[in-house]
């Protein structure tokens, strides 16, 4: 059995709003009023919307019709009535189909499976009465779905099966929840680390050690992020707590241990403790933040004098090591190797993909990333080979 992750589900209120903006959008060339200014002809048209999305789910057309929607100030007031047809719907919301359909695929994706290898499909919610909805999920998994359980109960049976399953010794069925997104912490330069992979089975508990990123820091700043994006600023902030009474010490020095553990409810405790005090510090994360862009980016400058370093190991510093010494020679490399063959148009091509090797390489020594690392040294390996061999045969 596969899911979606809760957050890309759609609502019924998307397609309400598109029958809403349809509306608004005729009266107005008709009027030269927009109704989304007097918020009882808004609540009207929402209302309105809503029942004739439902309406449409059983019959090819129906009426909206909102006697004295709004009134023009001349002791006139003005009526509204549309007839809105199935098919003028699907067309209004077809991306929002489409979309339905991409939920589907990246659930397939990210729980490695192929269409055909689903036993069954069940909808869930009431938007999938539309018919529109209906015939793009049997067109995608090539076949009906089951209408065997009720679209508004499914997720109440399905919350009754897994509370039954954790209180009972024997059971037939194991259901496994996930983590629909990574977890990890913002670090020094707005990267994101990620702690807990996204589809990890819960409970888990993962721990990290990281260190200060600036001299003298007796304070750290943890910010708590989920998401699937290397750059912190591009994923979401669940919150963010303070460590504060570390030691006076060069950057690097003073270990710092991150655990993220998630209980069978769901619920994130995010701990923070200095390895050399055992002073702790920690926060549970219960929901989104709610905070505006703009607040959750002057967040984050302000926390930047604060943020950890990942620890740097002895395998990371060698791969550096090794690294740096290939991006040397190669540079010194690169004015005989241009005097060569820079005139040819297989050179200069040679030579942009040295550079970009070159670049790659910085990049993943300044993010730390070990792994990448070790394999930019094999193309930095390939790279200063060929340019001792293009050198030694022009001598």
Same mark, same amino acid.
């Given at each position: ?7 890309t589900?759609?609502? !019924?209120?998307?397609?309400? /709003?598109?029958? +809403?903006?349809?509306?608004v959008?005729? *009266?107005q060339e008709e009027?030269d009023?927009?109704l989304?200014?007097?918020r009882?002809?808004?609540q009207?048209?929402?209302?309105a919307a809503?029942? /004739?999305k439902? =309406? $449409?789910s059983?019959?090819?057309?129906t009426?909206?019709n909102?006697?004295?929607?709004i009134?023009t100030g001349?002791?006139? #007031?003005l009526?509204l009535?549309? #007839? ?6 699907e067309?209004?919301a077809?991306d929002l189909?489409?979309r339905?359909v991409?939920?589907?695929r990246?659930?397939l ?5 192929d269409?055909d290898e689903i036993?069954d499909v069940?909808?869930?919610g009431g ?8 015939r ?8 009906e779905?089951n209408? @065997?359980?009720h679209?508004?109960e499914v997720? #109440?049976?399905?919350?009754? +099966?897994q509370g039954a /399953? ?5 059971h037939?069925?194991i259901?496994?929840?996930?983590t629909?997104?990574?977890?990890? +912490?913002?670090?020094f330069?707005?990267?994101f =680390?990620e %702690?807990v992979?996204?589809?990890?089975t ?7 050690i990281?260190?200060?990123s ?5 304070a750290?700043?943890i ?11 591009e994923n979401?902030l669940? @919150?963010?707590?303070? $460590?504060? !009474? $570390?030691?006076? /010490? ?5 270990e710092i241990e991150?655990?993220?553990e998630?209980?069978?409810?769901g619920i994130v405790?995010v701990h923070?403790?200095? %390895?050399?005090?055992g ?11 709610g905070l505006?862009?703009?607040?959750i980016?002057n967040?984050?400058e302000s926390a930047?004098?604060y943020?950890v370093e990942?620890r740097t190991d002895e395998?990371?510093?060698? #791969?550096?090591?090794e ?5 040397d =020679?190669i540079e010194q ?8 063959? !820079?005139?040819a148009? *297989?050179?200069?091509d040679?030579?942009?993909?040295a550079r970009?090797v ?11 990333d070990?792994e ?5 040294v094999?193309q930095l390996s390939?790279t200063?080979r060929?340019f001792k061999g293009?050198v030694a045969?022009?001598?």
């Amino acid at each position: 059995m596969i899911s979606t992750t809760g957050d890309t589900f759609l609502g !019924g209120e998307d397609f309400d /709003a598109r029958i +809403i903006d349809w509306l608004v959008q005729s *009266f107005q060339e008709e009027q030269d009023i927009d109704l989304r200014q007097d918020r009882m002809a808004l609540q009207r048209l929402r209302d309105a919307a809503e029942k /004739a999305k439902c =309406e $449409l789910s059983s019959v090819r057309e129906t009426e909206i019709n909102l006697p004295f929607i709004i009134s023009t100030g001349r002791n006139e #007031a003005l009526h509204l009535q549309r #007839a809105l047809s199935r098919d003028t719907l699907e067309t209004l919301a077809e991306d929002l189909v489409e979309r339905t359909v991409d939920i589907c695929r990246q659930a397939l994706a990210d729980a490695k499976l192929d269409a055909d290898e689903i036993e069954d499909v069940i909808l869930v919610g009431g938007m999938t009465r539309m018919p529109a909805i209906q015939r793009a999920v049997a067109d995608f998994f090539q076949r009906e779905p089951n209408k @065997g359980v009720h679209p508004d109960e499914v997720v #109440a049976l399905g919350a009754g +099966i897994q509370g039954a /399953a954790l209180i009972e010794d024997k059971h037939e069925m194991i259901l496994l929840d996930v983590t629909p997104h990574a977890l990890g +912490i913002m670090t020094f330069g707005s990267y994101f =680390e990620e %702690l807990v992979p996204q589809n990890t089975t819960v409970p888990t508990s993962r721990t990290k050690i990281f260190t200060t990123s600036r001299d003298n820091q007796t304070a750290v700043k943890i910010l708590v992020m989920q998401g699937e994006s290397k750059k912190a600023d591009e994923n979401e902030l669940l @919150g963010e707590f303070i $460590l504060t !009474g $570390l030691r006076r /010490a060069p950057k690097g020095h003073v270990e710092i241990e991150v655990t993220f553990e998630i209980n069978t409810d769901g619920i994130v405790s995010v701990h923070a403790k200095d %390895l050399e005090t055992g002073q702790a510090q920690s926060i549970q994360v219960t929901a989104t933040s709610g905070l505006t862009q703009d607040e959750i980016k002057n967040m984050m400058e302000s926390a930047r004098d604060y943020m950890v370093e990942r620890r740097t190991d002895e395998k990371f510093e060698a #791969a550096r090591q090794e690294a740096e010494t290939l991006i040397d =020679e190669i540079e010194q490399l690169f004015p005989e190797v241009e005097r060569v063959v !820079g005139s040819a148009d *297989f050179g200069r091509d040679a030579i942009t993909k040295a550079r970009s090797v070159l670049d790659k390489a910085r990049k993943a020594i300044e993010q730390k990333d070990t792994e990448a690392v070790q394999a930019q040294v094999e193309q930095l390996s390939r790279t200063q080979r060929m340019f001792k061999g293009v050198v030694a045969r022009a001598q």
